[in-house]
Each structure stands twice: as C-alpha cells, then as structure tokens.
C-alpha cells in the first residue's frame, strides 16, 4: 500500500530534550516535506526537499533541522525543543513540488507537546 | 514565497445548504491546489487547478480558478455531514503555501 508514515505519532517531552520524528515514503517521490500545523495558522512548511540531499527552508524553519540522506526517508530533527514548538506535524510526499502541480501525499501527523 | 488569503475561517451550515470557501493571492498564481482534511485526519488532495478560468467539478464540489489565477473558490452544494472538516488551497513553487483553511461543520 502507497503511504506515508510518520513516528511516533504522539510524543510528550520536556524543554531541551532533543528528539527526531521520522517520516518514511514508499511510493519512490522525490519531493517531501514538513509542515506544522497549529489552530487559525493553517500548515506552514517548516523544511521541503526536492531529492536526496537537497533541502531548503520553507516558512518557519527556525529551531528545526532536517536531513534527506536516501530518498524515502526525511527525518524532523528538533535539537532542543521548546514549548513554542509544541504542534501537530505532518511530513508529506510527491513526485515533484506541488507547486508544480503534484499532488501531495500526507503521513497521519504527529502531535508533540513540549512542557 | 506565494502568500494566499482564506476566508472565511469557520463556516456553519444547515445540512443541505450550499458552502463556499475563496482564496486570494496579490500575485498570478502558476495553479493551485485544494485539500480537504477530516478532524483527526491528515490532509487529503482533492484537486489542481491551472488553466485561466478553469472549472472543475466533483460531484456536488465545483472548483473555480479566476480569470487572472489571483483567486480561487471551492462551492458545495447541498452539504452533507460527509463533508464535514477543513478546506485549505495551497499555492507557491517549489515551496509550498497553504491557506488558513476554512472549517466546516453541519448542522444535521
């Protein structure tokens, strides 16, 4: 089946505490991404990456690392977490950019709360 | 990058009643995409629009891309409950805006 998956799906955590959300694709896009989602924001995209090794910042990168070592995966790195970033989050996945008319396929999300 | 407005944030609706959301770009838009996302889901891709002028349609939904690409709606007719979630476009290049989204719940 054609998915994309994302874990954990929740994660409750303290201020400073490093942690990595993983996102794995296996439908072979070369497109993914990262978005936030908090409430009357809508997603903003955090990272975006156009193939392996490529990544570029989207909207609200500050606080954020990724990395895009092999296609399928896209891993969300937060080195030290702050309450600020507390969120849903969604990776996603497309053949290309969906501002070039791809269609954007999301993973179930992931709900991080830092206290 | 492509900034888009959304309105209206929340739209309330008797089950039956027509819905229709519009997002506004300051810039010509390249196309633009539209999603829908059920509570508790993830964001699921409905359509794309690209043409000046462009309508679509699925079944009760029409999609609508202005005749500058500045703007776009989404109307549904006649809701049903199976409607129910948020409706957001998403618009840019290779990074990607959405909208705030617009939130509908029914009123059965």
């Known amino acids: 089946e054609a998915q994309v998956t994302q874990n954990p799906r929740y994660l409750i955590t303290v201020t400073g505490k490093k942690l990595t959300v993983t996102c794995s694709q296996n439908?072979?896009?070369?497109?993914m991404s990262w978005y936030r989602q908090d409430p009357g924001l809508g997603l903003r995209q955090i990272y975006y990456?156009?193939?392996?090794?490529?990544?570029d910042k989207g909207d609200v990168p500050e606080g954020y690392k990724v990395s895009r070592k092999e296609k399928r995966n896209f891993p969300l790195i937060l080195e030290s977490p702050s309450p600020n970033q507390t969120s849903l989050y969604f990776c996603?996945?497309?053949?290309?950019?969906?501002?070039?008319?791809?269609?954007?396929?999301f993973g179930p999300g992931t709900r991080l709360t830092v206290t | 990058g492509q900034q888009v407005m959304q309105i209206p944030q929340y739209q309330h609706v008797q089950e039956g009643e027509d819905f229709t959301t519009y997002c506004n770009s300051s810039?010509?838009?390249?196309?633009i995409q539209w999603y829908k996302q059920r509570p508790g889901g993830h964001p699921v891709f409905l359509i794309q629009?690209?043409?000046?002028?462009e309508v679509k349609k699925q079944k009760r939904l029409t999609f609508q891309f202005g005749e500058a690409k500045k703007n776009s709606s989404l109307h549904i007719t006649a809701t049903q409950t199976t409607d129910v979630g948020t409706y957001f476009c998403a618009v840019g290049n290779e990074k990607l805006t959405f909208g705030t989204g617009t939130r509908l719940t029914i009123i059965p």
């Open positions: 810039t010509t838009l390249s196309n």
């Open positions: 629009l690209v043409k000046s002028g």
């Open positions: 439908m072979n896009h070369e497109y």
């Open positions: 990456s156009m193939n392996v090794e490529v990544t």
């Open positions: 996603a996945s497309s053949l290309g950019s969906g501002g070039y008319g791809y269609e954007q396929y």
